[in-house]
Structures are given as structure tokens and as C-alpha cells.
């Protein structure tokens, strides 16, 4: 397969793409595979829309399967994607979480291995048409992998092709004047960048740390998990209402009082089921995995002006939990996601930071504020075309003084020049 070539006239976001003379587009995962292949490195390829691994040694294609399984990104049970390295393998594996043995397991990231056709103890093969994430192959495809692989490998597994998609040209209107020091508005589909403002320089992003903190908690342990809260969790936070210390609660349930309030004392407590450094050592491995070159944690909740990344970088993000980890922009709205049995809170009266909560159109993201840098935000809205084709577009603002008014301004800014046409409202 050939691979997907940016037109001439099209570029990707530099200090040098400046103007908007062309069209510009964000990098995303799928990009990086011709990076690997110029440099001439070996690697692994998952291709999830082609179902397809393939093994890349010397500029060739050495090996391709057929990828029998992998997980459910509508629900908790998405594949991980992004840049990875083989980690270990092992002719046979168990997997603590399904119960089952996998054979020629290769272990690359967090919960996540392909592996050959899973069976129980009793020799029963494991059949299902989803996996809980990891990559299922025939046992032959699997073995030959296994043997031609190497750790420390890189392992790039792509959730979408870029498609480089094409608005129409309209003569547009001027960007509206907001409060915010830097935005980034664009299309988390394909890239494209609508208006941009300091997006490359980092900045402090307060509770948005939150999402990350939430991404990889829910990539490296079992959600039915549980913990029992202690009073040393919450002595320094301690505002969410029923989070209290001698209750228990499983990891999935604290995602809600976690990502509709930003509850600080929720972050404290989902960072000791890996412990806090190691917590913040995986949310900073991650990022780098999901092309956030220029994002650093220091702690799992943005408690202070530590943790810092820019507009480009929280696109990733955001695009990376719109295709993989839904159910947390999903809660993020205040929707209850069903999954290992029901929630400890009253997620009715859980105050939802999330301003468009009740906007149709608003798919899930989150708020932030620190007082000495001000407000964020990584929303992402529903757009439809003039064909009727839906659009995911995210709005980031960090630095902002009015985020809500930023944001209203941005959206009909987007709607009126690329989607219908000009307001008659004042």
C-alpha cells in the first residue's frame, strides 16, 4: 500500500506555515509512519482501519497479517494508539485480566500485547468479534511476528489514515477578538487548521492534566478495580461530596466526580492505584507516544503551574480520546457510561465545570482554571456540513478571561465561514 501523500498545495503546521495562504494541517499519528520508513528504521505497523500488522525491516515489507481482533473504541475496551516500543514477549502468556493464555504475546504498552488465539485453561479457545484491546492473530500470523521481532522495536499502531479533507473556499471573516493568549481551532478528523494564535508555545494547563490522568489510568489497570479511600488521600482537597474516607470505590466510578467537577481529591486518589510518581511517569509517556512533543506533568491534577503543553499538542490529545477513549468525554458531559456495574455518585448533582453541557452539538471536554494563568478549555463540538457530513472540531483556548464568551465567539466564527453562512444575529 502506497502511502497517503499530502498534496503539493497543502502543508503541515511549521513556524514557517504562517498566513494561511494554503491550507494547513496538523500532523497526526498516521503520519509518523513515513518518518520511520525515511529514516529507515525497522518497525511494527497496526493498522486498525486495515485490520493489518505489518513488519517493516530495510525499507520492506518483511511480513503482513490479518488482524483476526482488536478492542472497542466506542467503549472502554479501545486498542491503544500511537508510537510504542516492544517492551518484552513470551511464547505464552497469561493474561490476569480475560483469564486465558496468549500465545507469541508481545507486550508493548500498558495492558496492551498482540498475540496469537487466546484460549482458557481448560484448552477452550477464546471466541469473541472484539478483543479487550489487544491485538489478536492466527497462531502462525502471531509466531512469525513473535520471531522476527525485536525489543525495543518501534510499534506504531494508527487509528486513522489522514484524509486531508477539503473545505469549500468562502471569503471569510475577520477572526473575532477574544481574551484568550493562545487558541488552536481545528479538525480532528483530518488536521485542518481554522485560525491559530501562539499554539506552539507552552503554557500552564492547570486541571486539563486531568484527561491524561484519567487516559492512562484507564490503559494500564483494570477498571473493576477498587481502592478504600483514607482520610491522608483527602486531608489537602477533600471537597467532592461522598468521597469519603472509609468507602471503597472502583477506578471507573472516580472518573465522574473526576472529569464533570475536576475534583482534585478524585486525581489523588486514582494516582495511588499506580502510585503518583509512577502515575505521572506514565501520563509524560503517553504524551510523547500521542505526538505531544512539548507537554510536561509534574503532577496528575494541575495543581499548579507545572504542568504545561500547547494548542497543538492538546489537539492530540483530544483527538487521541475522541477515537480511542470515548467514555471520557462521554462522562465528561455528564452521561452516565455503563460499565462493571453502577456508580457511587449522583452524578445529577455533581457540579459540572463543562460549560456546553447542554449544547446538542458539544461532544465532551474539559475546563481549567489557575489564578495566576488564567482559564482553559479543550472542547469539542459536532459540526455538519453543508452535505450533511459530520465534523469533529476541537476549540482550545488557554490563557483565556471569558472562556465561555471565547468560545461562543469561535463557534459562530467556525459555523458562519465554513459550515452555513452569515448570522442574522446580532
Known sequence: ????????????LSESAEGFDEP?????????????????????EINLPEMAVRLYKENKTIKEARILAVGDAQNWGGSAVGLYSIISGAKLSFSIVSKVYMPYAIHYYGKYYIHGEPYYPSGEKLISSTSGGCIRLQNKDAKDIYELSEVNMPVLVVDKESSYYQYINKELSDFPEISAESHLVADLDSGFVFSKESSEEKKPIASLS???????????IDLRKSILVESEMLRPYGSTQGLDPGKTFRIVELFYPLLIESSDDAAEVLSRFLGRDKTVEKMNEKAKAILMADTEFVDPLGSGLGN???????????????NNRSPILKISKGEEVGSFGGVGFDIENLWNKNIFTDDPSFVGGKTAYLSQSGHNAVFIFKFSS?????????????????????????????MDNYFTGPSTEE
Request: without cysteine; proline residues 2%; charged residues 30%.
Open 24 to 44: 494547513v494541517y496538523l500532523r497526526t499519528v498516521s503520519d509518523v509512519k513515513s518518518d520511520l520508513i525515511s529514516e529507515g528504521k525497522d518497525f511494527l
Open 1 to 12: 500500500m502506497e502511502l497517503p501523500q499530502v498534496p503539493e498545495e497543502y502543508s503541515f
Open 210 to 220: 486531568q484527561l491524561m490522568a484519567a487516559l492512562v489510568i484507564a490503559e494500564n
Open 308 to 322: 504545561v503543553s500547547t494548542g497543538q499538542d492538546l489537539f492530540q490529545m483530544a483527538r487521541y480520546l475522541l
Open 386 to 414: 453543508e452535505n450533511e457530513e459530520s465534523r469533529n472540531i476541537a476549540i482550545i483556548l488557554l490563557g483565556s478571561k471569558e472562556v465561555k464568551e471565547d468560545t461562543r465567539k469561535i463557534y459562530k466564527w467556525v
